[in-house]
């Protein structure tokens, strides 16, 4: 069992930064495929980033590649994603996910487990 809590959303001006933190419990963290999914009002959740468990590969949806950089830290079981130059289309509740040993995390319903989400709200 793994439990994800995210924190860092809030309330930020268009241009601004902010960072999202996801904790992860258990000992095993190394071992999870970690991503960030968004979802807006009225919208499907959307594959936002991922970095697989070995940390070799990273991917970006088109929306955010450029302004988003997703990292883990797995000393401390924690996935990073820095947004810098938000947008209003950013904003949404963003969830993470853990996948175990996903060689791949674009598919939703490969994620084993997922937080309560954070809401990110971008003002023009």
């Known amino acids: 069992q793994v439990r994800l809590v995210e924190s860092g959303g809030g309330l930020v001006q268009a241009g601004g930064s902010l960072r999202l933190s996801c904790a992860a419990s258990g000992r095993t963290f190394s071992s999870y495929t970690m991503g960030w999914f968004r979802q807006a009002p009225g919208k499907e959740r959307e594959l936002v980033s991922f970095?697989?468990?070995?940390?070799?590969?990273?991917y970006y949806s088109d929306s955010v590649k450029g302004r988003f950089t997703i990292s883990r830290d797995n000393a401390k079981n924690t996935v990073y994603l820095e947004m810098n130059n938000l947008k209003s289309m950013d904003t949404a509740v963003y969830y993470c996910?853990?996948?175990?040993?996903?060689?791949?995390?674009?598919?939703?319903?490969?994620?084993?487990?997922w937080g309560q989400g954070t809401q990110v709200t971008v003002s023009s």
């Open positions: 996910a853990a996948g175990f040993r996903l060689v791949y995390g674009d598919v939703r319903t490969a994620y084993d487990y």
């Open positions: 970095i697989t468990w070995s940390g070799s590969s990273t």
